[in-house]
Structure formats: structure tokens, C-alpha cells
């Protein structure tokens, strides 16, 4: 029951997954030839990094990898659709749209190396926009309400930012999602809300998710719009992301659901050993990187050279940052145990600091090792 | 410095509405919050006095009201969310645990999540499940939390405004059952108790009684009336439950040997066991007797009428103390 | 902001606020005399009740009471749509809906006595169609997945039962009603759900609760259907929740939204000065029971004089089972408080029983009050 | 009787199987338990056994799973509901707290909910955030619940056994750290061990140790390594944490004096102090030596190679016994 934008009559979409693409509505977008590149870039940059994880997982060098293969058009689309103030709260394999927005890519896997993240401005105000995010969270979905009260903190304070938030098809289906809708249209705040739908949550089927035929529709029930995009068409993502977020700009939240399909394993915990290869040969067919290609070879943006050089390019990246990312990650100390627990912390933390150190220092480290 | 009679909820008032005239970047939010001033007029008149923008009444969702708290601490606001009784708070247990707690933490301190979660708590009200619940112990068990409890009117104006100026997620329970029991004089100007700082109520050599909100009164009763058999009580209110004013409980116990902890949460598991467990580990040498633990029954909270038994009263810790000085 | 039923174009109705009605549609539910009569009756009984609650309520006798004026018509019509083995959990002031199905006027009263309540049969099997419904709830909205969860159990167990679920208009905010919505679509399981959108929630506006024009466009987000009810016809109640029984019975779950308006305060704590009086009078003229009459008179199924029996005996029968209540209630022993904490209760309990009997016994029971 | 080798995981697995053989109104419900047999296999071989009617993937909803369960157990249903990590309880908990564990005192017995909620609990599997959580304490402190913490392959499968049988809602902590650490002789049969009793793993004089699931392998690695210092330790699982066993608790430290209470979870708040104040209620004057307690840090738990820093080790519990011996 894995489902396809073609079988909507209203999925948004561009360019069509043989690659032919509506020449009208991409000349609309008005993107510079460096812009289209650039999404292409972010694409590549993602599968790479994602590779470079896997590899790196299986070496016993990061505990916990998760995939996003396939995914890329619709991470990348939604980051490209965001302007430089503005704020972009995802869940963990949106690496895309990380990239997209200029993240370092060591800084991404040390979310994975150490679980714990970090910003180089001090206060928002210095962000780099692709610092504008809050940290990752666990818990899916709790990001939603999240998201929404930053944007209305933002607003109170008088900036014109939107925020963007991202969860899953499974994440949809808690709470947090309903009282993050409901809370944003009552007090019309500027959040688009983005449904990542790749019908799957881990072994979990999307139509065990929800009975509704798309996420899109749920967004009436919260008095604002919602549109169903065709989450492998990048240039689709990128104009209904960039049409939310005016509308959001102007206080009317809106609602984006990405079809798409998780291609990878759920993660690198996953043995992924329970759904039909077919459907995953049919969305093998509908690759997000490939369609673009046939799009920028049509439109003389790039020729195949260029392509395998951008990969090796990408390759190379992912494989020095992580490098960089394993070197910091490897300067932990166990005291960072009691980091930044509080902000204003009480003295019993510094004396279980003490102990703790008195602790290492009298057994080893190794003694501490399991 | 001038001041006026206000009782404790009236104090609580007194302290958003400063703190909000102070520094704008301080709002109200929660349920019957604005134009009615809450169900319990906790908020009374702050609707008025700051509009629509700053005193938000919220769709019915203390997940919402919780998750949206946490993001606009990050954005730079310095949110004060109400949930009507600390019962409800349950909802809202997934975002407190899983961001307010530890968003310090997971950012290295780029974003504090610097809010305060009001709540009235306790019992003494008579009403229908879920008004009477206790709950202090589970967030004092979770890291990254602070939890404050007043217990008179002075207390709660500067305990809550200090809260709001932690840079810390404060869980601020206000004990229903004297929200306005009595009155007292507060200074009419701004002032903060520093959190973490337990108050002796009332000195005592011969035996140390550790409590807090609305259990202070019917201790203190108590320790009056033991005085008359020549028991010298003392009485220490917390205020501050994370972190614990460890320091204070010690001494105190150092000074008598013996002690008794009253509480109304219930019995397995409250706090009582942690201060226990804190003072035999810091003085167990200088212990007499047992500590007696006064609290609430191992029971559902009872309702209406039938509350009156599960509450720790002053004829139970009068028997306590007697049972502590007895050994 | 107040809304009205006739605002909106598929706002179900019978009977208009004047009195005039569509017979077609009247005779179309082919309900017998006696059964017309019975709607009737239970409405009057209702507000009878919610009269001689507020009475004990303001004489001390009751710590607090929850008012129904004007809601008699929806909460009468959803129980009159059930079948006899169909389960109903609502909130607390749906004293009407219990009324229609013969709960004793008593065991409504010790709710608000004891905050517990309890049931004459031993099994389900043995069950009246009155006692089919868990114990009321306080946390709002934590009523809808768990009648979702019992209806799954009955049909797991091949009864052909459905479940009514009733929530607020604020309740309807909360995570657990998508939630509760949610599972009952994907697992396909026969309940309805209804909002009694009475447009209050304490001092809080519907159009603080939800940017939505109704509720009732929020099932699509669920996968079935929703439909709009004025909930101040009792007919137009009964229809559709008789015809949303019908549906869920053959496995799709129904959203009805009750569109009515709550006269009178919140419950005995409430001041009630947070709104306009405009609405509340604009809201009398829609009185449900007073609607139904010119229909009972126009059928020429009661005359005035009727009414006015009606009314007076269901003053009667409410005084009389208030002081039933008052007396089975002052019988509360101060051990109940262990009563029934576990149904395998550990030692300990015994031994906490035990040490308040003897504080009891040494210091009175005055010296536990208060 | 026959006996087979399992790990802890596989044991749950069977007890689960054996009983949904035994009952046909146990069902099973939670993210992920069906088909792929849960994220750590401890659902393996259900779901094609008994097929989709009793063995469903859920929506992904905390809320949405506990609510579900109490209904199912309302109804006469005998549901046992997976959450995915412990960590991801805290969004059932106000379904749990204001009615799971409530259901049976507010219906007076008319509805039980019998009901077992099981997750892999605690740290060690070095992953990311909440996949680490000991959060025993706050289901302890709530009346109404059972609480039970396997140690052993043997032991899960028994005590899940009676914790489907009991009447009451049984948060079932499955230590996930020792899922597949070791292998025991299991009977093939189905047995129930009883709720409420714990274990004692080694019998000593010189000191008790109190502990519960993963924590148990390092307590008697450390009972070990001080028994070649002389020092012989008691050490005794608890198993159930709520109703815990005062009995064995408290007759085992009247043997020796002396204790030590390990727990993953935080120290503050944490279950040792409940431990540490029923001791000195009901054995002080046999007390030799203050109460050590050997815990989690007082901090948001730290993740993947940093938790090898929170957790108790045998190194800890050495030292802590040795102080206890030392006073
Ligand atoms: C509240 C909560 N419950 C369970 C989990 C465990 N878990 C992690 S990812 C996941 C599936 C998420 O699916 P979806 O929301 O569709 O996002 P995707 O993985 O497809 O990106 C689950 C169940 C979790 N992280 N949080
Ligand atoms: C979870 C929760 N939060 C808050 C409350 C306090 N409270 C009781 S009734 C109520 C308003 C409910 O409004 P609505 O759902 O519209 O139902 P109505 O009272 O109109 O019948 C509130 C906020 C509660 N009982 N439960
Ligand atoms: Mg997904
Ligand atoms: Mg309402």
C-alpha cells in the first residue's frame, strides 16, 4: 500500500520522476543558475555524508547512524525555500537541509558523536542562519509546540522570522503535533509545518499511521492550508516552501506534507527486513539526485562531468569532517558529565564533579569502561 | 520600605505583575489566565494591566502550554505559564522532561530555558480528583529542574520573583490550601529570595521538623503545643526543594539529633527518604532516634471530605515528635 | 465571536430555534409517542437536577456542582442514538445523556458527593445500558483513546458494541483526542466521537481553542467522516447519532460536532463575568427544551398543562434522590481512603489502614478536620 | 522439569508467548512489536504466532498506547503495551497517573486495570537521548501501580508471567543492558514468580546491598572482590519496587548493620533514599555505619561513551562498601 504523488490529483509537482519537467513553472522560481547548483550540491553533499556515516558506523566508530537516502529533495527543498532569519527545527536525518542552510558538516555528526550540540554565536542575534535551529530533539514530535512558541517569542520581540518544522509521518501522529497546529493557528503564528512522509516509521507503515488519504488535509482542522508537495522534486519543495513562508510571514501558518520514501534502513539499528523491495525499486525509480540531473543536463546547467566531480567533491568533504568530527569528539572529559546541567548550577553538582574526578583518578578510566 | 497585607495568592500576583512592569520580556500564559485572572485570581488584574499580547490565554493543551513555554524561553521571553492544578501537569511531563530539563544541557547552554511553571498543588480545597495532587518528588528527582514551594505571603512574592529571574526552569508550587488563609505584610517594592535557602521558622534544640508549603502551619501548631510538655521544637520550611538547602537541614539536625519530615505527598517515595537518606549520610553520628516520617497515606487521593485523613495534621505530627523524643 | 447553527450551510437540523420543523425529516425517525415523550422527559429532568445541585451546592451540602443549562438537548440526543449494549463516556455535566439511559439520579449526585462512583452488577454481561461507561474522568480529553481502547477490547471479544465518546470544545485541544481520533481510524474501530462544542471552556472563547470553523472538518484529518449538528435540537441529535452508530457499528468511526452554547456558568467555582450577555441571550432564545416543546405541542403529543407535570415531578424526583444521596454519602468512613487502591493490594496498605484507625481513635475525628 | 539456555530478551519473548498461548485476551500493542518484533527482538516470533488481531502495530502515540490499554483492560482485555525505551513513557504518563492507576479505586473494583506496560529501561546501550532513562522512582511514588525490574533471564520470565496475571497495572522495566549480557537455565514451563518478593543473590553478615536490574551484575562482582578483603556482603535484588519487600529489606540489614543502596537512576530523589528511610524507621538501633548510596550522577544523563561515566560500576560499589565497613 506504498503510495505515489501521481495517484494525487493535487500533489504539487515539477519535475516529473522521468526527469521532463514543467518549463513554465521552473522559469517561474526565478533561481540563478548558482542557486539550481547549489541544491544539487546540498543533495550530493547529503547522500555523502550519509554514506560516510554507514561507513563509520560499521567500523564501530559511531554508535548511531540514521538514513536519509532518497530523502534529499525534500530536506534540501524546504531549507532552500527559508530566508537568511529565518528558523529551521528538524528531527535527526534532515541532513539536507543542514547543508543546504551552510552547516558545518563536522558539526552535524558531532550531534551523532556526542548527542549534545554546539553554536559558535553567542547570542541569536549573531546566528549565521544556519545556526537558527534549537537543538535536536529525541522525543518525535515534541519539536512542534517547540517551534511554534520560539516563532511567537520571535514575534513578540518584533522580527519578521518564520520558523519551519519538520516530523515524520509517525511524529504526526502524537499529541505534540495536534497542540503545535491548534496553538499556531489560534495565536497565527509564522510556522510552516512540514510532514516529511516517507511512509514509513521504523517497521511501522504510514497507513498504520493514519486513515486519512494525506497529512495535508489535517491542516483545515487547524483553520489554516495545507498542500501536498511530491517530496522528490526538489524545485516542488522549494516553491511551496517558499509560498508558505510568505503566507506564514504574514501570520497564517501552513501545513506541507512531502510524499516521499525512506529508501535506507531506519537507521543503522535497523535490519529493515520488513517491506516489500518493490516499493522500494519504485521509489529506487523516482530518485530525487537523478531527476534533478535529467533536469540540469536539459536546462545546460551541468554536463555528467560536472556531476561525478561535484560527487568526488562531496565524498572528499564528508570524509575530512569526519575526521575533524571524530578528533573533537575524541577530547571528551567524563566531567562533562555535569555540564551545563543547570545554568545557574547548585553547589552539589560541582562536589559530584569532584567526586567523580577523585573516582577516575583512583580506579582509571578503564575501570569505568563496561 | 512600604508594605501591605496580602495573602499568598494575592503576593503571587503582586510578584508577576512587577515582574512584568520590570522587563517586558516576561509574559503570562495558560488557561483562564487573562480576562478572568484564573481560577484561582492568581493572575488578577495582570490581564489589565499588560494586554492581550503578554497575558495569553491558551487553547486547553498543558502540552502546548509547555512545549510553546520552552520555545519562546529559547527565542529570548521569559515565559511564566500557569497549569491550572499541578494534576494537570501530566500532559505536559513529556516536553518538562524531555526539553525544559535538559535544553541547557543538549546546547551547551546556548538556549536556557529560562521559564517558570506555576502551578497550584496540594490539597485542603475539597474538590474532585486531580486538585490535590503533590507531586514536588518527581521533578526534584529530575535533573535540571529547580522547584520552589512558599509557604507565606512574604515568601511567595520574593521566591516567585527570584524564579523568574533564574535562568533555570522553575517548577513553582503554590499550596492551594493557603492561598488565602491568612494575611501578612510584604514590602510593596520588588524583592527577591534567593532559591535555595530553607527558612527556620521557629528555633529549637530538641528535635528538627523539615517541611514545607502548606504543611508549615500545622507543624508549627504542632511544635507550639509540644512546647507546653517542654519540647523545644525546631521548624524548618525549605521553600526550596531543588536544589535543597542542604546545608540548613544539617546543621539543624547536627544542633537536635532527632527529626521529623512532614509532607502530604504520599509516603513511598516522597522526600521525606531523601532528606532521611541526606542526614544519615552528613550526621548520622549525632542521630538519637528514628526520623518519623509524617505524610500522606500510600493511597489515591481521596476526595472531597474524605481528604481530611489523608493530609498530615497537627495531632499526627504532634504524636510524631513525641515518638522521636520517646526513644 | 459567538457562532450560531445557522451560519453555517451543512449545519444539521430539524427543528428551527422558532419551532418550526421539517416533518419529513420529523417522521423519518419513526420514534414512537413514547419515545418522543422520554426525550423530553429527560431533558426536563436535567435541568431539574442541574437546579437542585446548584441549591446544595450554594447550602454547603455539595463542594461543587457543574451546570448543563441549555446543553440538555445534545447530551439527551447522543444517548437516545445508542442501542442498549453500546457503551457512553462523557464528561461530567452530561447529566441528560445519563438521564436517557435510566442511570438513577442518585448515582449521577454521588459522583459529585465522593468523586468515585460505583456500579450495581458484578460483570458487563450483567450490566444495565446505564452503567455501560467507565468512571467519568477529570483530566479532560484522557477519555478518548481509552473508550477507543475499549471498543478495540469489545469487538477483540465480538461484541457488536459501539462506544460514544463526548469532549469539550477545549478538551478537543488536547493531544489525546488525535490520538483517541487517530487509532480509531487506522484500527477501524466502532466508536463516535462527539464534540459538544458549547463554546466555552471555563472563561476561554472557542476562537481561542481552535482557528477551525468547525470540528466537525477535522475527521478528514482521521480518514472518516464529520458532520455539524445543531446541538440544540434533540432530533437533529438523535439523527445523527443514531446514523453515526449505525456506521461505526460496520467499523467506521464518526466526529459529530454538537453546536450549542453553555448558559450557564462553568461549575460552582466560577464567577462567570467574562462574557457578554448578548450571547447568552441570543443563546436563551435557542432553548432546547423550549424548542421542543412548540414541536410536542404542534404533534399534539403534550399539552401545556403536561409540561408542568413534567417539570414539577422532575423537581420532585430530583430532591428526593439529592437526599438519598446526602445520606448514603455522610455514611463515608475515613478508611475508604484505602479502599480499592489496588486490587491486590500489598500488606502495607493494611498497615497504613490500620495506624489511621487508631489516630482516629486516639484523637477524633475532629482533630482530622480542617 | 525441561529447561532451555536464554538471554533476558528471549525470556520476556516467551513469558509474552506463553501466556498470549495460555489466554486469548492478552493481547500485545506498542510501536514496532508486530512484524519486526520490536527494536530489540523482545517481541520475536509473537506476531507470527498469534497473527495481527492480537499482536498491532500502533500509531506512533505514548498517549495513544497507554489510553488504549486501559481502555483494552476496562473492556476485559489483558493488554501488555511495549513503549519502544522507558524514555518515551513520559508522554502515557497522564494517561497512566490520572487513570491507570486510578481506575480500579475510582470504579471501587468494578474496573481493574490489569494491564502491564513494559519497557527496556536504563543505561548501557550508548545511544542517543532517552534511550537511558531509570525512572523507576516517579512510578514508585504513585499509588496504584506495581513496579518490577528484572535482573535475570530467570526472573523475567517469571515475573513477567505474574505481572500479566496481577490485577493491578504493572510498569514492567526491562534492563536493556542485559538483554543478551549472559545466558541462564530457564524451565521450559510457564511459571510466575511473585509479585512483592526479592532475592537474595548472595548471602553475607558484614553488609547488605540493595540493587535491582543491571545493577545487580557489578553489586556481585564487587561482593566478590571484597569477599577477598574478608568482607562478606549480602546482596539482595529487590525485583519489585513496588510493593517493595520490607521484610527481606529490613531483615537483612538487622543481620549486618550495615548498607549500600546502588541504583542507576539520579541520586536526588532517587529510590535509595525511600530504602534508606524505611531502614531507620524500622532498624536504626541495629544500624552500624551510615547508608552509602551508589547512584546515577545528579545529571541529564550523558550520552554514548559518556554514560560508561554515570552509571554505577564495581569500582564505585567497592569503594562504597568498604566506607560502609570502614566507620
Ligand atoms: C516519543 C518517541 N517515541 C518513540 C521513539 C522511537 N523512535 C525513534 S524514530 C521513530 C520513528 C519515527 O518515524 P517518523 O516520525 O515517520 O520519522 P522518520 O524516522 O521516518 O524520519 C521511533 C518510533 C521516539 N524517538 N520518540
Ligand atoms: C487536562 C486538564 N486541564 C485542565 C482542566 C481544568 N478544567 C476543567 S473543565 C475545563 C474546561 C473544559 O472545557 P470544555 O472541554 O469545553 O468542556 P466544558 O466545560 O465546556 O463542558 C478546564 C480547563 C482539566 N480538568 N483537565
Ligand atoms: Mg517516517
Ligand atoms: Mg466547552
Redesign the interface.
Known sequence: MVRFPEEYDDCEQIIAPDGSYDTEAANALELETNELQELYGSMVQARALEKRGLTLQRQGKF??WMECRGLEAAHVGVAAGLGDRDWMNTEWRQYGAHIQRGRPLEDILLFW???????ESDT?DEMESYERR?????????Q???????????K??GYDEVGLVGV?D??A????????L??A????LPVVFVVFNNQW????PV???????T?A??A?????EGTLVDGNDVLAMYRATKRAVERARSGEPMLLEALTYRRGAHSS???D??RDDSDREAWRDRDPIERYEAFLLDQGIFDPDDFEAIREAADRRAKEAAERALDIAAE?S???????????P????DE?REA?LE??S??GEE???? | MAAESLTLVEAVAEAIHDEMALDESVILLGEDVGRSGGVFRATEGVYDAFGPERVIDTPLSETGIAGAAIGLAASGIRPIAEIQFSGFTYAGLEQLYTRAARLNARSRGQFSCQMVLRAPFGGGVRAPDLHGESMEAIFVHHPGFKVVVPSTPHDAKGLLTASIRDPDPVIFLEPKKIYRAFREEVPEESYAIPIGEAAVRREGSDVSIFTWGSMTRPTLSAAEAVAEDGIDAEVVDLRTLSPMDRETIVESFKKTGRAVVVHEAPRTGGLAGEITALLQEEALFYQKAPIERVTGWDAVYPLYDLEDFQLPNAARIEDAIKAVLDE
Do not use: C
Open positions: 554508535h548511531f558523536l556526542r548527542g549534545y550540540e554546539e553554536w541569536i534549537m537543538p535536536h530533539i529525541v522525543a518525535v514530535g515534541t512542534v509546540p517547540q517551534t511554534v512558541g520560539l516563532m511567537w517569542g520571535r513578540l520581540q515524520g509517525g511524529g501522529s502524537k499529541g505534540d503535533f495536534h497542540a503545535g491548534n496553538f493557528g489560534v495565536l497565527e516509521a521504523i517497521s511501522t497507513e498504520r499511521q493514519t486513515a486519512a488519504e497529512y488535509d489535517r483545515i482542522g487547524y483553520g489554516f539499528s535497523d535490519a527486513d520488513y571528551q567524563p566531567t562533562e558529565v555535569f555540564d551545563e546541567v543547570f545554568a545557574n547548585p553547589t552539589y553538582i559530584q567523580l573516582l577516575v583512583e580506579h575501570a569505568f569502561r563496561w
